[in-house]
């Protein structure tokens, strides 16, 4: 990325923990992690089909758990503090028809950064979730550009409106930074006041 020269960026499916490996294995060290990537195979509770099942899991908690295990080996080998920000939703704590397994995934993963949380801390890692409302990514206009279910969704957010890309990333970078230095096993919740709609 001829705009961020300090950037190599590596295309692999974080799901396969030894292509995972292989690549980070080789790019350390880090100090810093945000786990952002993840599906939503949306079907209904009686129509889950076991294929959807296996890679939501495997790429929602499954490539978290494992990329950030090699991470923080390399924080603990090299003796560093470190930021981990695993991105959840607001979808791991209220349910959402036809999320039956997206759901699923993100409250698995809000309980997985409070664990890492736990054993991390003591080698002066930091893990939180940032849990965000629909956000206007590629997957979050595919998933809600029905305009009936999004004003359903809208008209249950206080603040009106979805998240912007950008309103995540300043969340994440708070919880990477020095400023949120006292917080860990924290969910930070972007949702625009879903949650207490």
Same mark, same amino acid.
């Given at each position: 990325a001829p705009q961020c020269p300090?950037?190599?960026?590596?295309? *692999?499916? &974080?799901?396969?923990?030894? +292509?995972?490996?292989a690549a980070l294995g080789a790019a350390g060290p880090f100090e810093l992690l945000v786990n952002n990537a993840a599906v939503a195979l949306l079907e209904p509770f009686l129509g889950v089909t076991r294929a959807a099942l296996q890679r939501?899991? %495997?790429?929602?908690?499954? +490539?978290?758990?494992?990329?950030?295990?090699i991470v923080a080996r390399q924080m603990i080998a090299q003796g560093v503090p470190g930021a981990i920000v695993n991105v959840s939703s607001q979808a791991s704590q209220r349910a959402l028809r036809d999320h039956a397994?997206?759901?699923?995934? /993100?409250? +698995? *993963?809000? =309980?997985?950064? /409070?664990? =890492?949380? =736990?054993? *991390?801390?003591?080698? /002066?890692?930091? &893990?939180?979730? &940032?849990n965000p409302t629909v956000v206007m990514t590629d997957m979050g206009r595919i998933n809600w550009s029905d305009p009936q279910k999004s004003a359903a969704m809208?008209?249950?957010?206080? *603040?009106? /409106?979805? +998240?912007?890309? %950008?309103? &995540?990333?300043?969340s994440i970078l708070f919880l990477l930074s020095d400023k949120s230095a006292m917080t860990t096993g924290s969910s930070l919740m972007v949702d625009g006041g879903f949650l207490v709609s």
């Open positions: 300090g950037i190599e960026p590596l295309c *692999l499916d &974080v799901a396969d923990w030894e +292509a995972a490996e939501s899991f %495997d790429v929602n908690l499954g +490539a978290v758990l494992h990329v950030s295990q397994v997206y759901c699923s995934t /993100k409250s +698995a *993963l809000d =309980m997985l950064s /409070k664990v =890492m949380a =736990m054993e *991390l801390g003591p080698h /002066k890692i930091r &893990v939180n979730t &940032v809208i008209n249950r957010i206080p *603040l009106g /409106k979805f +998240a912007e890309v %950008d309103d &995540v990333v300043n």
